[in-house]
């Protein structure tokens, strides 16, 4: 189906933006990455809300929505790791790991929230159309998030970095180094995709929608 195909494609491409905008990031600094990220999570994410409908447009509905969906997890996951870097980057000292939570927790509110949502359209709305207003409402909240980036100024460690020149460094001294951060990091990430999975995944293809409640 094609919710099942563009449910791939964001799991797929999710990694690869990652990477995209991590070079990004290490070549043209924080700021510029995340702005760029933000115009295209927003944007792609009010197109999806504009798209006709499979009745109005045929095929070329599944396959625009495919494309606006690989886009917006490129972009989302450019967004997530970003952010936090910068927030890491300008934060004091004994504050770094407090401010690069921000983006964890934030991240999860947001699924939470949009799990929420859909939970509240699936039960009231009975047109199956009001989903279109929230991706074009939440469309506009990137536009407007991308347009307030434009005046941040760069990390101030990327700062230093550029002063002093970056310096290559081994892999696997640095697991040698980190590793207990490394497992610290891998057992919250465990919990963080037992959260995801079971309170929002499971919740939403275990509700009932309109039409079954309708022929009950």
């Known amino acids: 189906s094609t919710q099942s195909r563009s449910s791939a494609a964001s799991d797929v491409y999710k990694r690869q933006g990652a990477l995209i905008f991590g070079v990004l990031s290490d070549l043209f600094g924080r700021k510029k990455p995340l702005v760029v990220s933000a115009l295209l999570v927003g944007l792609s994410t009010m197109l999806i809300g504009c798209i006709p409908g499979y009745d109005t447009f045929g095929w070329y509905a599944p396959l625009i929505l ?23 980057e300008n934060a004091n000292p004994d504050a770094k790991l407090r401010s690069g939570s921000i983006t964890g927790f934030s991240s999860s509110l947001g699924m939470f929230l949009g799990g929420l949502t859909a939970l509240l359209i699936m039960a009231f709305d009975t047109n199956h159309q009001a989903w279109r207003y929230v991706y074009i409402i ?21 700062k230093q970095f550029q002063k002093k020149g970056f310096s290559q460094v081994s892999f696997v001294k640095t697991v040698k180094l980190q590793y207990v951060n490394i497992i610290r990091i891998g057992i919250i990430a465990g919990f963080m995709a037992m959260y995801i999975y079971t309170l929002n995944i499971c919740l939403l293809y275990t509700s009932p929608s309109p039409r079954d409640r309708q022929k009950s």
């Open 66 to 88: 495919l494309f606006l969906r690989t886009l917006q997890s490129l972009s989302v996951s450019g967004e997530f790791n970003n952010s936090a870097i910068y927030l890491i």
């Open 138 to 158: 939440l469309g506009l909240v990137g536009i407007l998030t991308c347009y307030l980036r434009r005046r941040l100024s760069e990390s101030v460690e990327y």
